[in-house]
């Protein structure tokens, strides 16, 4: 079996952001593996802790200082100054993620859901897309 379908998540402000919730409500009770895949380039996609608040804002500091709108060498900057590296950052956490399934209960670590990675000052919606591959 094969399911797919793609949702539209509200905009968020720039930073890391839960959201395991959008996904979960769409997947079918059925067991194999998800993956979710972000349709842009300048966000992305992780798995990591889902308890503490404070792992979110250290992975925006921290990505921040790693790739900094401040430095003067990125040519790619039509859109502002959060363009190129918006796409750098993108680059490097990826574009999807997977996760198996079993009976529609995610079998994540009870610390890991999922984050948007939102690069963008000003970001708008973003689409994702969900395949389902199981039974």
């Known amino acids: ?5 793609e949702i539209s998540l509200p905009p968020f402000p720039r930073g890391f952001h839960l959201i ?7 997947i ?16 992305s996609l992780t798995i990591n802790e889902n308890a503490d608040p404070s792992v979110r ?10 790739v900094s709108e401040n430095d ?3 040519t ?3 859109e502002g100054p959060d363009d190129m590296t918006s796409h750098i950052k993108s680059s490097i956490l990826g574009s999807s ?21 939102e690069h963008r000052n000003h970001a708008g919606s973003r689409k994702i897309f969900i395949t389902l591959l199981g039974e």
């Open 72 to 74: 003067p060498h990125f």
């Open 20 to 26: 395991t919730s959008y996904v979960l409500n769409e």
């Open 97 to 117: 993620v997977s996760f198996p399934v079993s009976d529609g209960e995610p079998q994540m670590g009870i610390w890991q859901g999922i984050y948007l990675c």
């Open 76 to 78: 790619h900057t039509l």
């Open 28 to 43: 079918p009770q059925k067991s194999g593996i998800v993956h979710v895949f972000i349709k842009h380039t300048s966000a």
């Open 1 to 5: 079996m094969i399911y797919q379908k």
């Open 57 to 66: 804002v250290d992975f925006e500091t921290h990505f921040n200082k790693m």
